[in-house]
């Protein structure tokens, strides 16, 4: 079992910059893939971020060169730097983890979420 706190989000003016993080729990941190998931109101949960056991990252086009996904294994943490952010990233932001190798992008892959962490951009 996983456990997923985030922490970090918050309110922030367009153009401004947040950076996430997720503690995990447990031994296995290091062999799991990460990933980060945001949810706007009235909208599905989408695929925002995702970094392999490896290091390998992968990100969706709309936060491509504005957020980076990396990762601490020796702290048990997956962080989100999310800079130029824009108003409609204004969304609910999760952590999610799963034992599968590669990249994963598809919610119903990852096992364990976090609560999720609010984050406000104002325009």
């Known amino acids: 079992q996983v456990q997923l706190v985030e922490s970090g989000g918050g309110l922030v003016q367009a153009g401004g910059s947040l950076r996430l993080s997720c503690a995990a729990s447990g031994r296995a941190f290091s062999t799991y893939t990460m990933g980060w998931f945001r949810q706007a109101p009235g909208k599905e949960r989408a695929f925002v971020a995702a970094i392999t056991s490896g290091g390998t990252t992968y990100h969706t086009n709309s936060v491509k060169g504005r957020f980076t996904i990396s990762r601490d294994n020796a702290k048990n943490t997956v962080y989100l730097q999310m800079d130029s952010l824009k108003a409609e990233d204004t969304a609910v932001y999760y952590c999610?983890?799963?034992?599968?190798?590669?990249?994963?992008?598809?919610?119903?892959?990852?096992?364990?979420w976090g609560q999720g962490t609010q984050v406000t951009v104002s325009s």
């Open positions: 999610a983890a799963t034992p599968r190798p590669g990249l994963v992008t598809r919610s119903g892959s990852f096992d364990y």
